[in-house]
């Protein structure tokens, strides 16, 4: 079992810059690769990265990649996802999810989920 709690979210101006954090509880957080998600008002959630589970390697959608940044700190049981560039449309609630197996750029599988982060981000 995992728990997990986001954090960072907020109200920003356009081209500001946010990093989202996602602490972990529970067992073997270094067992699990991490996902990003993001559900826009009125629109269905959507993957936006994932990490490998000892950080080695990272995926984000090739519509964000230049922007977003996803990252993970085992020995502090904590993933990241660095917003820069922020636009009006990333306005979202962001959600960190943890998954067991090896695939990290796939947006199927994960079976832990935290609350949520809203992101805000004003023209």
């Known amino acids: 079992q995992v728990q997990l709690v986001e954090s960072g979210g907020g109200l920003v101006q356009a081209g500001d810059s946010l990093r989202l954090s996602c602490a972990a509880s529970g067992r073997a957080f270094s067992a699990y690769i991490m996902g990003w998600f993001r559900q826009a008002p009125g629109k269905e959630r959507e993957f936006v990265g994932g990490?490998?589970?000892?950080?080695?390697?990272?995926y984000i959608v090739v519509s964000e990649r230049g922007r977003f940044t996803i990252s993970r700190d085992n020995a502090k049981n904590s993933v990241y996802l660095q917003l820069n560039d922020l636009r009006p449309e990333d306005t979202a609630e962001y959600y960190c999810?943890?998954?067991?197996?090896?695939?990290?750029?796939?947006?199927?599988?994960?079976?832990?989920w935290g609350q949520g982060t809203r992101v805000t981000v004003s023209s």
């Open positions: 999810a943890a998954r067991t197996g090896t695939s990290y750029s796939i947006p199927t599988g994960y079976t832990y």
């Open positions: 990490v490998s589970a000892d950080g080695s390697g990272s």
